[in-house]
Nanobody, 115 residues
Framework: QLAESGGGLVQAGGSLRLSCVAS????????MGWYRQAPGKQRELVAT???????TYADSVKDRFMISRNKTKSMVYLQMNDLKPEDTAVYYC???????????WGQGTQVTVST
């Protein structure tokens, strides 16, 4: 019910915008998040947006990444600027129902940052 797009190969210092289309409506009733998983590492939280629009970020991406949403289009975005090689990972979109805590996951999109 979630589908990510926008990943790819980019040089260090470059930018990418990930998109996630959700079949869950309305998306603003869910907690939205982006996670990532690098090879050999556990999946980690990158950014979240709560139902009231409050955002949180991992320290490693603060001031470089921005999560946003378009309620009309049921889209969630992750704008990634000043990318670093350590940002290389598969990025996953996540929606969580705050009442049931049920999680929806996308299939992931690969982001590779070269030096």
């Amino acid at each position: 019910q979630l589908a990510e797009s926008g990943g790819g190969l980019v040089q260090a210092g470059g930018s990418l915008r990930l998109s996630c289309v959700a079949s869950v409506n309305p998306i603003n009733t869910h907690i939205m998040g982006w996670y990532r998983q690098a090879p050999g590492k556990q999946r980690e939280l990158v950014a979240t947006m709560s139902t009231d629009g409050t955002t949180t970020y991992a320290d490693s991406v603060k001031d470089r990444f921005m999560i946003s949403r378009n309620k009309t289009k049921s889209m969630v975005y992750l704008q990634m600027n000043d990318l670093k090689p350590e940002d290389t990972a598969v990025y996953y979109c996540n929606l969580q129902n705050p009442l049931t805590q049920y999680n929806y996951w996308g299939q992931g999109t690969q982001v590779t940052v070269s030096t």
